[in-house]
């Protein structure tokens, strides 16, 4: 547990992967020593005490050791998971909401998420049949092949067992407030890693809780997919314009440690993406034709080549991938086009 400052506190939190202590360690030496990890050691929640009142940011996958980090760290601060009055979940990814049912039922605490989100609570990890379907036939539609395309369709369905559900009783759009004593959250709408993505700024302390928005070293998966909104690497960069002049001391990231540089940060998001932007027209070729599967292969990953990947880390590129194609389309830099019930790209 970290003290940002008084009544603002970091947790740590593994993935399924690591016990809490390796979590614990690696999180501080991530900052001292700041590399690419292939997959994820630990989410950051936030707690945020004031005037008897508790706000939980995010709260961990749903195992016995991620309860455990929480509530030991808790009561570092000298409470317990009782006292969590509300919980903000930044998006429906498993590692920000698998422990939410569990505390809800536990600490009777108010659930905030953006509407939008609050739906892929049950289509995702209680009732994934008709995403199912139609992941099967986004995946053809994009150029895997048949033999690979049950692995990654059904690539991500193991994580519906670390998730405890919950129905967020306190939907928001952005534009709302939420208070915790001497606290004032903002909450801003930045739809890009996720369609109903939310950060809170605080702007008498000049604090942004980024959720995925805002890391420090690794740029968040934008990815276009079947719950996906029509042009979400669009809507990520203007997500990241919209919040460009705010006055924020202190990034406080979900994932590998926090920041007090801020618009430097965002400056290298932008053109982090727009390099990636080039790097895929490239990618595309001259003559001839590509589908997102085709351009996925033949990019370059930080984490390793696309076919050293996991089923889901591949499923997840190919999006990546496509998000940034529909994005070069929907400016003239390439054109769209189908045969055959397959979507292929070629250059303007």
Known sequence: MKRIQEGIYQIV??????????????????????????????????????????????????????????????NEIGIGIDDITKLVLTHAHPDHCGLAGRLHD??????????????????????????????????????????????????????????????????VKGGETIDVGDFTFEVI??????????????PNHRLMISGDHILPMISPNVSLHPQQRENPLQDYIDSLEKIADMKVDRVLPAHEWDIDWFKKRVTELLTHHESRLDEMVAAVGVEGEATAADVARRIRWNTGSFDSFAAWMKRAAIGETLAHLRFLVGNDRLRRYQRDGVTYFANS
């Open 106 to 171: 536990e600490a009777k605490c108010k659930v905030y998420m953006h509407e939008i989100e609050i739906d892929f609570l049950r289509s995702r990890y209680t009732e994934p049949e008709e995403i199912l379907e139609k992941m099967n036939v986004w995946l053809k539609e994009h150029g895997v092949q048949e033999d690979d395309v049950e692995d990654l369709e059904r690539g991500s369905m193991p994580v519906r067992f670390f998730v405890a559900t919950v129905k967020p009783d306190n939907p």
């Open 13 to 74: 939190s593994p993935f399924p992967e690591y016990e809490r202590k390796e979590a614990y360690r690696l999180r501080d030496d991530m900052e001292e020593h700041p590399r690419v990890t292939k997959g994820l050691p630990y989410i950051m929640p936030y707690a945020i005490t004031s005037r008897g009142e508790t706000l939980l940011v995010d709260c961990g996958w749903a195992t016995d050791d991620s309860y455990d980090a929480l509530s030991e760290q808790l």
């Open 189 to 202: 709408w930045t739809p890009g890693h996720s369609p109903g993505h939310i950060c809170l700024y605080e």
